[in-house]
C-alpha cells in the first residue's frame, strides 16, 4: 500500500481519516486490548460517509430523522468511538477513548447502545449489526409511509466485515432486504480478506458480489481508501431503489507493520510499531492528540446536521397535535391510555363466556383488540402464521407497494427475525412482536439474549410450548427452553393458563420499554381458568391464588401455562380426598421473583408439600420448591426430564406422566 | 400438471413412484397429522435416486461404505418410510406405517435416527439436515484419504426444501461444502415455490442457482418430475468435482386438489380428495395396499447393493489386522485402551508440575496427547484457532489437497461447524471436536440441541467462559450459558478446575457413545488444585472433596471451573478463623445426580452452611443449595445475576463480588 500517496492525493481527507487510525492505535495500546486492525482499514469510508452523506447532529444524537449508522463489526469499536469524540459527541470525552475497555467506561469492547445514545444497536456477535439494520430499514419505511417523507426520510448505513457474512443469519438479512427492496439500507463490506485464523479463503471462496446480486441487491465494488470511489458509490447507493452492498477492498491495519496479516485483525500493542505507523501516516502527534484544526473540521462535520435538524423540527411541529403526540409517544415506546381499558374488557369477556381455546388463540384475541389501538406495533411470523396467531385483521401485509402494512411474513428465518425485530424496536417508533415454535427459541437465541442486554422491548410469540405439540414430536418439542429463556437476564418469561392471563401477559408486555418479552402460548385449547373477572392485572405479581385451599391447607400445586387446569383438576381430586389444597398460578417467575417478601410469603407460606407443575424441566422450579419456605422433603416436580416423543398430545401427556392423577400421588406421597 | 401422461410416459417408473405418494396419503390420512405434499412432490426424485444411483442394501442399513440419504426436508419423513417400507427395510413394516406419528412407533413425526437405522441424522428443524450433509461429506473424504477408495468411497444425497434454504444456517453449509469442493455432496433442492405461509416469493426472492454457483457448486435445473432428467443429472452431479446442487421443479401434492398450494405443504386428509389424487393416479388399491408386483421391484431395488455390500467385505478383510481392528474401533465409538494410560500420565505430570494456565491450554495439552493415538479425532474451530486451543501439531489441515488433515478451519460459522460436527459423528469413524467462545454456544445452540436428541457424542469445546473474558464485554460473557446447556436432556456440561480436571473431562467425553459434551473453559490462567495424583477419574463421579474441613465442619463451598481456586482461597481465610471449611468440587452436575444417594450424602452431608461459587447465574445450583439435605437458611450463591460488562477480568471479578472475601462474608452471615 502506498501510504505516502494516499497522504498526498487527498490530502484533507487523509488527515481526518488518521485522526481515528491514531486515536484507534493509541486507546488499544492503552487498554492492551481490543481490535485495532478494522477502524484502520475502514477510516476512509467512515469518514467519507460521515463527511458527505451521514444526516446526524452530533448534539442531539437521538434526533429521529437521523440516517442510522451500524458497526456490524462491533469489534471495531474504536472506530465508532473516535468518530463520536472527533465529532464532538459529549458522552465520548477524551477521557473515555482513553480509559476505553475500561471498568465503567462508556468505550466498552463492543459498542452497546445502553451506554451510548449514538449507538444505534449492540453489536459484536457476527451477523447482528446487519440483521438489526433490515429492522431499521424496514421501520423506516412503515413509518415514511406513515407520516410522510416530511417527517421521516432516511438511510440506514452498516458495516459490515467478513464475519458478518460468513454468520448464516446474514443470508436471512440479506434475503429479506432483497425481498423487499430496501432501497434505503446502504452496507459496506469491508472486504478485507482477513479473518482471526488467517486469510478468509482458509473458509471461505464465496463470490459475495455474486451472492448479494442473487438476492437482489445493488452491488458495486470499490477501494475503500479512495475518497473518491466511497462518494461516487455512495451517491449511487442511495439512486437505487434496491438494497445496496459496497465492497470496500481495504487494508487491514492500514500502514502498520501487522497490515493484511491476521495479526492486525487484533490488538496492536507494540510501541514500536505504533510509532513506526504513524510516521508512515505523517502523524507526528502525540498519544491522544488531535490538532486543534483537525479536531475543528470534524466537529464542523458533527455540527453540520443541526439546520437539517431545525428545518425537520419545524416541519413535524406542522403535523397535528394528535399525530405529533402519537409519533412521540411510539418514540417514548409508551402505551396508549386505552390499552388496560381494552385489555380489561377483553377479560371481563372471556371471564364470562369461559372459552376452552388455545392461548395461542387467546393471544390472538388480545391483538385484536390491541393492534387497533396501537398503530406502532408491528407483527410478524417465521413462517407459521397459521400456527402462530400472530395476524389480525386490520394489519396489512407490508410489502413493496405497501409499506403501511404491518405484518412480516419472515419466511423460515427465526434468527433474522428476531434480529430484525430488535432493530425495529431500537429504530423507534415501533413496538415488534414475532412468532414461531417455542422449540426454535434455539434458532433466535442469539437475538434473543440480544434483545436482553440491549434492553429492547420485543415480543417473543412462542407457540406450541410443550409436548402439547404433539405429533411432530421431539424436534418440535420445547423441553428445556422456558429454563433457556428464564435463565436469561432481562427477560421476561410469560406462561399464561388461559385467554385472561395471556391478556394480562400482553399488557405487561408491551409496557416494558427495556425488558424483552416471551410468551410461551400452547397448540392446545385450555379451559378458562380465571372465571372470576378481577379488574386488577394478577399476572403483574408474577404468581397469586388461583383456588384457596377448603378446609386446612396441606398441599400447595404451583403450576403454569397449560398446567394450571392440570394442577385444578388435581385440586378437586385432593379436596375429595380431604386434602385442603391451594392451587397458585405462577404465569411470570421474574415478576414474581420483584416481589417483597410479604407477598412471596402469602402466596406460598411455609407449611403444607408443595408440587410444581410445568410440562418442561425442573431446573428453575427449586427456588418455589426447595427455597421460598419450602423443604426438600415436602417438595416434589410434575414435568419433564428427557426429549419428548411423537403422538397425540393427549397421549403424550399421560406417557410422560404429567396428569392430574400423577400430581395427587406425589402430593399423597409427600404428606 | 399432466398427471396422464406422466403416468404413461415412464409407467414402470410411475407405479413405483407412486406407491410412496399412495402410503403417504394413506398414512397422514390415518394419522390426521403429518406432511403429505412434500413426499408427493419428490416421490420421482427419490425413486430414481433410490432405483439407479443410491449404494445400498436394506438388509443391512449400517453397512459403512453406503451411499448415505438425508432428508434435511424432515416434516416429509412419510417419504422416507415409504422409501424403506418399499425396499423391505425390516424395521418399517406395514403396522409401522399405519402407526404413523403413533405412540412408540417408528415413523416419528420427523425422522429420527435413534429409532431408525436406516434413518441418517434426525431431521425437522430446517437446515440442519444440509448443514449434517457438510459433515457427512467431510468425514467421508476423510476416511477415503485414510483407508482408500476401496474400502472407502460414497456419495452423501441430501433432499432439501425451501425453509432449509432460507435458513441462515444453509448458507454455512453451502459455503463450507463450496471450498472445500465437496465433490461427493449431492444437494437436491425440492424447488415446489411453495411454504406454509404461501408462495416463497411472500418472503424470499433469492435466486438459488446463483447463490450455490456464488459459492462454488455445480448447479442443474431439472423438471423434477421427468425421471430420465432426474437421472441424467444425478449422473452430471457425480462427475462433477465440485458439490451439485439440483434444482428440481416440482410440485407440491402433486395430483392433489391442494397441488401447488401452501395447504398441500401440510395434512390432506380429506378422504374423497383423497380418492380423487389416487384415481388420477390410476391408483384402485386400497389404503396401505401395495401390488405385489410393485412391492417385489421395490424389494428387488433394496437388494440391489447386496452383491456390492459382500464386495466391499471381501476388499475390507484384505485390511491389515491393525487397520480393520482401527475402522472398527471408530465406527464402534469406543476409544484406545491407551488412552486412560496417557491421560493417567499427564495426570500425574501436572499433579507434580502444578502449571498456573488457563484450562483452555490445559484442553490443548490434554489434546496434545490424545490426538497422537487417536486418528479418529477431528479438530476444529469457528475462527478462534488461538483462542480455542484446538489445533495440536500431529493433525494437519484439512483441505483439497490434504484430505487426511483433522484440524478444520470452519470460519465464522458456529451453527454450521455444530452441525457439520453432528454429521461427522453420525457418519462414524469420526470422533468430531469444535471449539469457539462459549457465549456462541447461542448461535451452536439448535445443533447442540440435536446431537443431545439425537445422541452424537459431539464435544463442544466452549472457551472464555465467564467474565474471566474480561474486556470484550457483555456481547462475549457467558453468564446463563451454563445453564443453558445443564438444562438440555443428554447434554454432559464439564467445568473443569484445573489441567487435571480438564484431561479427566475429555476422558469421560471420549467415552460417550451417545451424549455430547460441553468442555466451559477459561480464557484466564487458574492454579493447579489436583495437586495429589490420584489414578481415578474424580471428575467422573461429577463432584467430590477436593479439600476437607479440618476440626469442626461448619461449611462446605461447592465451586466449578476457575471458582474452586476461589473457593479454596476462601477456606483457607475461613479456616483461619476457625471455622472448617470444605471445599467440594463439581466438573459435571450431570455427572453428580448420577450417583447413587449414600454418595451424594457423603460429598454433601445435612448440617454445615453451603455456598455455591460459580461465575455464571444461579439457576441450577438451587437442587445442591437447597435440595439434597441443604436448607435454605443455611445456603448462599456467589455468583452473576446480571450481565456482564467490559473490563479486565480482575476488575470484573471484584466489580461483581466474586471473590475470596465475598464468599467468606456469604459463609459467616449464614453462620
Same mark, same amino acid.
Given at each position: 500500500?502506498?501510504? &505516502? ?59 429521529? @430523522? ?22 464532538? @459527541? ?42 438489526? &439494520? ?41 434475503? /429479506?432486504?432483497? $425481498? ?42 470499490? #477501494? *475503500? ?6 462518494? =461516487? ?29 491476521? !495479526? ?30 483537525? !479536531? ?38 409508551? %402505551? ?7 385489555? $380489561? ?34 407483527? *410478524? ?11 389480525? *385483521? #386490520?394489519?396489512?401485509?407490508?410489502? %413493496? ?9 419472515? *419466511? ?30 434455539? +434458532? ?8 436482553? /442486554? ?31 429463556? $428464564? ?57 397469586? %391464588? ?23 383438576? =388435581? ?11 391451594? %392451587? ?14 410479604? +407477598? ?65 400421588? !406425589? ?5
Amino acid at each position: 500500500m502506498d501510504i &505516502a500517496a494516499l497522504q498526498t492525493r487527498n490530502s484533507a481527507h487523509w488527515k481526518k481519516a488518521t485522526a481515528i487510525r491514531a486515536l484507534t492505535l493509541d486507546a488499544v495500546a492503552a487498554a492492551k486490548s481490543g481490535h485495532s486492525g478494522m477502524p484502520m482499514g475502514m477510516a476512509d469510508v467512515a469518514t467519507v460517509l460521515f463527511e458527505k452523506h451521514l444526516k446526524f447532529d452530533a448534539s442531539t444524537p437521538k434526533w429521529p @430523522d437521523r440516517d442510522r449508522f451500524i458497526l456490524s463489526a462491533g469489534h471495531g469499536s474504536m472506530l465508532i468511538y473516535s468518530l463520536l469524540h472527533l465529532l464532538g @459527541d459529549a458522552q465520548v470525552t477524551l477521557d473515555e477513548i482513553r480509559n476505553f475497555r475500561q471498568l465503567g467506561a462508556k468505550t466498552a469492547g463492543h459498542p452497546e447502545n445502553f451506554l451510548l445514545d449514538a449507538v444505534e444497536t449492540t453489536t459484536g456477535p457476527l451477523g447482528q449489526g446487519i440483521s438489526n &439494520a433490515v429492522g431499521f430499514a424496514m421501520a423506516e419505511e412503515i413509518q415514511r409511509a406513515h407520516y410522510g417523507r416530511k417527517v421521516v426520510d432516511h438511510h440506514t448505513y452498516v458495516i459490515a466485515g467478513d464475519g458478518c457474512l460468513m454468520e448464516g443469519i446474514s443470508q436471512e438479512a440479506i434475503g /429479506l432486504a432483497g $425481498r423487499h427492496q430496501l432501497g434505503k439500507l446502504i452496507a459496506f463490506w469491508d472486504n478485507n480478506n482477513i479473518t482471526i485464523d488467517g486469510e478468509v479463503g482458509l473458509s471461505d471462496r464465496t463470490d459475495q458480489v455474486k451472492r448479494f446480486k442473487a438476492s437482489g441487491w445493488h452491488v458495486q465494488e470499490i #477501494d *475503500g481508501h479512495d475518497p473518491d470511489a466511497i462518494d =461516487a458509490a455512495i451517491n449511487a447507493a442511495k439512486k437505487s431503489k434496491k438494497p445496496s452492498m459496497i465492497a470496500c477492498k481495504t487494508h487491514i491495519a492500514l500502514g502498520h507493520a501487522a497490515q493484511d496479516t491476521a !495479526k492486525g485483525h487484533g490488538a496492536l500493542t507494540d510501541m514500536d510499531q505504533l510509532a513506526a505507523a504513524k510516521k508512515a501516516y505523517g502523524w507526528p502527534h502525540g498519544p491522544f492528540e488531535i490538532p486543534a484544526d483537525i !479536531k475543528a473540521e470534524w466537529e464542523e462535520i458533527g455540527r453540520k446536521g443541526a439546520a437539517q435538524r431545525q428545518a425537520w423540527q419545524a416541519r413535524f411541529d406542522t403535523l397535528s397535535a394528535q399525530r405529533q403526540a402519537q409519533f412521540n409517544r411510539a418514540y417514548a415506546c409508551e %402505551v396508549p391510555k386505552k390499552l388496560a381499558s381494552v385489555v $380489561r374488557a377483553l377479560k371481563r369477556q372471556v371471564s364470562e363466556s369461559k372459552p376452552k381455546i388455545a392461548t395461542r388463540k387467546s393471544s390472538e384475541m388480545t391483538l385484536e383488540v390491541i393492534n387497533p389501538i396501537m398503530p406502532e406495533t408491528v407483527g *410478524g411470523s417465521a413462517d407459521l402464521t397459521g400456527s402462530n396467531n400472530t395476524l389480525t *385483521g #386490520d394489519m396489512g401485509v407490508f410489502d %413493496v407497494d405497501n409499506r403501511k402494512g404491518r405484518y412480516i411474513y419472515w *419466511g423460515i428465518r427465526e434468527h433474522g427475525m428476531a434480529a430484525a425485530m430488535n432493530g425495529m424496536g431500537l429504530h423507534g417508533g415501533i413496538r415488534p412482536y414475532g412468532g414461531t415454535f417455542m422449540c426454535f427459541t434455539d +434458532y433466535a437465541r442469539p437475538a434473543m439474549r440480544l434483545a436482553a /442486554l440491549s434492553k429492547v422491548p420485543t415480543v417473543f410469540v412462542m407457540t406450541h410450548d410443550s409436548i402439547g405439540l404433539g405429533e411432530d414430536g421431539p424436534t418440535h418439542q420445547p423441553v428445556e427452553h422456558l429454563a433457556i429463556s $428464564r435463565a436469561t437476564p432481562n427477560t421476561l418469561v410469560f406462561r399464561p393458563a388461559d385467554t385472561v392471563e395471556t391478556a394480562e401477559s400482553w399488557e405487561i408486555a408491551l409496557n416494558q420499554k427495556a425488558t424483552p418479552s416471551v410468551l410461551s402460548l400452547t397448540r392446545q385449547s385450555l379451559p378458562t381458568v380465571r372465571v372470576e373477572h378481577k379488574m386488577k392485572n394478577l399476572t403483574a405479581q408474577g404468581a397469586y %391464588v388461583l383456588a384457596e385451599a377448603e378446609g386446612k391447607r396441606q398441599a400447595i400445586l404451583i403450576a403454569t401455562g397449560s398446567e394450571v387446569s392440570v394442577a385444578m383438576a =388435581a385440586r378437586d381430586m385432593l379436596q375429595a380426598e380431604g386434602i385442603g389444597t391451594r %392451587v397458585v398460578s405462577m404465569p411470570c417467575m421474574e415478576l414474581f421473583a420483584q416481589q417483597e417478601e410479604g +407477598y412471596r410469603r402469602r402466596i406460598l407460606p411455609a407449611g403444607p408439600v408443595r408440587v410444581g407443575v410445568e410440562a418442561g424441566v425442573q431446573m428453575g422450579w427449586d427456588r418455589w420448591l426447595l427455597g421460598e419456605r419450602g423443604r426438600e422433603a415436602k417438595a416434589g416436580f410434575i414435568g419433564m426430564n428427557s426429549f419428548g416423543a411423537s403422538a397425540p398430545a393427549e397421549a403424550l401427556f399421560e406417557h410422560f406422566g404429567i396428569t392430574a392423577d400423577a400430581v395427587v400421588a !406425589k402430593v399423597n406421597d409427600l404428606l
